[in-house]
């Protein structure tokens, strides 16, 4: 569901409807395109050398996947995003995990600035498939009031009847 500023009270909690299991290609990927070159995202043999024993993920791919996965319940209707703070990895990812994302709502204000847009600050936590915590973090963002113009209807009108 869509929400706007409006439709969110401190203590709201959200889970994710859907999980996400992580792929080698996500993390080989992710990898390349932030230039990390640290060969525990991507050489097995050094991997297995580590106390991790195999690859890890990359911890901004878990970050990216986590923020993504609060997205549908909390920050569709969202203009920007102003922070991500007090970010914690306590257990590593690997490829192959699934993650699921809870979030809480902490903080609601109107912004000082824009009548259009309130500012809202959660906490979100990403959970594996076995029930471990491996990442929480702090966000707010500024999201569109049902008021604002940007929250108009988005469905184009069709120009012609149904056929069918």
Not at 3 to 19: I, L, N, P, Q, T
Not at 47 to 73: K, P, Q
Not at 90 to 107: N, Q
């Amino acid at each position: 569901m869509s929400r706007y500023f409006e439709d969110f009270a401190v203590g709201d909690v959200f889970r994710s409807r859907f999980g996400r299991t992580v792929t080698e290609y996500d993390n080989v990927l992710v990898t390349c395109l932030t230039m990390n070159t640290n060969p525990v995202h991507f050489d097995a043999p050094f991997a297995e050398s580590t106390r991790f024993e195999r690859i890890l993920v990359n911890s901004t791919l878990t970050l990216a996947l986590v923020t993504g996965l609060t997205v549908a319940d909390t920050s569709e209707n969202a203009t920007a995003n102003l922070e991500w703070t007090d970010i914690k990895l306590p257990a590593p990812v690997y490829v192959g995990d699934t993650l699921y994302a809870e979030s809480e709502i902490l903080e609601l204000r109107e912004s000082r600035s824009n009548p259009d847009v309130g500012i809202v600050r959660m906490r979100s936590r990403g959970v594996n498939q076995h029930g471990e915590v491996v990442i929480e973090f702090r966000r707010a963002f500024m999201v569109y009031r049902r008021s604002a113009p940007q929250a108009a209807l988005r469905f184009p009108e069709p120009t012609a009847e149904w056929s069918v």
